[in-house]
């Protein structure tokens, strides 16, 4: 069966430092994304995995590990507007399946 | 700019209509869709994949008989929400790629209210 697992809400302050993690268990694996959304409004991309290691693009980051289903997203220097929901999504079998996704709140 | 287009973003239809959601791709071919709905303060929850020229792969659970999907071209994938009720009001979403080892673009997403 598909199984994506992230915690459901986190809090953090603002310029710090916040990981959000996501193991997932599917049939079959093409790659990891990140996505962001804000309520009402449709997913952004924010990175893609597909190979073991980490991916850095500005303040956002990827790891991934296939070996042991994991990854996590990587916010630095939070701001405020970073206030949103975190979804993982495992590509696979010919499908793209989401987690349920991470409400992340930055408070001053 | 958008490079999949989704129509209407809202719409309010009555008890028992039915409705139709497009899903478009602007500027390639897509030879995959998926469709997915989302409720408030949930994720986004995958209700079928859609290959060009095929009937759809339904999820678990997923009427095929009420949510109607058709990709007929390359370009163009629809939803019909057939004899629509209140609780399938929801915010319903559509992705599109070349390939499955391509990258996904999403539509902006369609808000239904069944009154």
């Known amino acids: 069966g598909q199984n994506i697992d992230q915690p459901t809400e986190m809090t953090a302050t603002e310029g710090a430092i916040v990981q959000i993690n996501c193991t997932y268990q599917t049939s079959g694996f093409n790659g990891l994304f990140w996505y962001q959304q804000h309520a009402g409004e449709a997913p952004t991309f924010l990175s893609y995995n597909v190979l073991d290691g980490l991916e850095e693009k500005g303040r956002f980051s990827s790891f991934l590990s296939r070996s042991k289903g994991y990854s996590y997203l990587l916010l630095k220097e939070l701001q405020m507007k970073d206030s949103a929901s975190y979804l993982c999504?495992?590509?696979?079998?010919?499908?793209?399946?989401f987690g349920q996704g991470t409400e992340l709140s930055v408070k001053p | 700019g958008a490079v999949v287009s989704q129509h209407p973003s809202r719409v309010i239809c009555k008890s028992g209509t039915s409705v139709k959601i497009e899903c478009r791709s602007l500027d390639f071919q897509a030879t995959t869709m998926f469709w997915y709905r989302q409720f408030p303060k949930q994720s986004l929850m995958l209700m079928a994949t859609s290959n060009e020229g095929s009937k759809a792969t339904y999820e678990q659970g997923v009427e095929k008989d009420k949510f109607l999907i058709n990709h007929a071209s390359l370009t163009l994938s629809t939803l019909t929400v057939a004899s629509a009720h209140p609780e399938d009001s929801s915010f319903y979403i559509c992705s599109a790629t070349q390939g499955m080892r391509d990258t996904i673009y999403f539509g902006e997403g369609s808000w239904l209210t069944v009154v």
């Open positions: 999504a495992v590509q696979g079998g010919g499908k793209l399946i």
